[in-house]
Structure formats: C-alpha cells, structure tokens
C-alpha cells in the first residue's frame, strides 16, 4: 500500500505569513495528489487535484506542486479563515490513503 | 446543490453490527463512484471503501476487510456500509464522499458517529 507522509504536523504561524505544507508519498504516484481542508466538526474540503489544479471557487492563496514522491501545499498569504487542518491525499490507487494531518494554528 | 446524507452511526457493543447509509440528492447517482472515510475522534482521515458507480468493482482497507460490506442502489439514490464485528477502533465519525471524474472526493455528507463501547 501506499503511504502517505506529511510534514509538518502542526505548524504555527499568523495572518499574512506564507506558509508551506510537505507530502511525500511511498512510491511515485505521478501528479494523482489531492489537498484537503477540514475544520472542526466539518467535513473535508477539496483545495487542490492533480497536485496543482484550484478546485472551483478556492481562492488563489492556495497553491500546489510537485509530482512523483514529492508535493506541497502553499498559502501565499494565510486568512483567518485558513486556520485548520490540512490532510493530502494520493489516488494513484482505489485506496485513496491520506496523509496524517498539518494543523495551522495561530501563532 | 449536490447533497450527501449519511445515517445509522449510534452506540453498539463490541462485536455487534451496524448498518450506514448515505441518501444522495442533486445529481445522477448512478454516475459517480463513491466511498466511506472516516475519522476516529481528535484523528485524521481514514479511507475504508470505495464502490464503482455499477457496484461491480469493490475495495475495502485493509483494517476492515472481512467484516464491513460496502453496497448501492442506484434506483434509491443511496450508499450503504453494512459493518459486522465491530471493534473499539471503528469508533469514529463515517463520512461518504464522491469520487468525481478527476478521481478527488469533490463532495462529502456531514458524517455519522459510531462509537463502539461495552
């Protein structure tokens, strides 16, 4: 199975700051990556497909790269709406394994 | 608006069954393949199954193969998760999501509590 490595697991930072989130997958799964945003008692969000395609209506702030192993998830300039949890997620497979988690909290 | 309904979580008894199901609404059901994620409480994500759009092609993880069978109705618009011999560790909130044609889970009911206790 493939899995899935995020980093890092909490990162603190404050409004305004650009901000980077790392996934490396166990074996190379092309550009089949997917970024979530999940806040309290809500569901998943889809943020970004194809590890650098903005879902419809995501603001620009966000942003995704990389192919193979290696990807990240950058907010150019974190809101205070984007304080949450951020999980990746490979599809190379029907699995659909999920990274564990990178909580943004305020700094 | 695209809507996903899941229900059924509750309380049970380790080794007891449970039944969820997730009514969808707003678009052609039988169109999209679907899936089962969960969370256990203060987690992350788990997928748990995943269901093509005629049902013919089935997957499971790991940690519930042999004990959770994932089904459909096309006709009712509907999803289901029937889990039988269930553990403490299954305790979580079960979300279904849709897998859209760009294979991402584009869209995800609110979620159903299971909480497996004596």
């Known amino acids: 199975d493939i899995q899935m490595t995020q980093s890092p697991s909490t990162l603190s930072a404050s409004v305004g700051d650009r901000v980077t989130i790392t996934c490396r997958a166990s074996?190379?799964?092309?550009?089949?990556l997917a970024w979530y945003q999940q806040k309290p008692g809500k569901a998943p969000k889809l943020l970004i497909y194809k590890a650098s395609s903005l879902e419809s209506g995501v603001p620009s702030r966000f942003s995704g790269s990389g192919s193979g192993t290696e990807f990240t998830l950058t907010i150019s300039s974190l809101q205070p709406d984007d304080f949450a949890t951020y999980y990746c997620q490979q599809y190379n497979s029907y699995s659909g394994t999920f990274g564990h988690g990178t909580k943004v909290e305020v700094k | 608006e695209v809507q996903l309904v899941e229900s059924g979580g509750g309380l049970v008894q380790p080794g007891g069954s449970l039944r969820l199901s997730c009514a969808a609404s707003?678009?052609?059901?039988?169109?999209?393949?679907m899936n089962w994620v969960r969370q256990a409480p203060g987690k992350g994500l788990e997928w748990v199954s995943y269901i093509s759009s005629g049902g013919s092609a089935i997957y499971y993880a790991d940690s519930v193969k042999g004990r959770f069978t994932i089904s459909r109705d096309n006709a009712k618009n509907s999803l289901y998760l029937q889990m039988n011999s269930l553990r403490d560790e299954d305790t979580a909130v079960y979300y279904c999501?849709?897998?859209?044609?760009?294979?991402?889970?584009?869209?995800w009911g609110q979620g159903t509590l299971v909480t497996v206790s004596s």
């Open positions: 707003e678009f052609t059901f039988s169109s999209y393949s």
């Open positions: 999501a849709r897998r859209n044609s760009n294979y991402n889970f584009d869209y």
């Open positions: 074996q190379s799964i092309s550009s089949w």
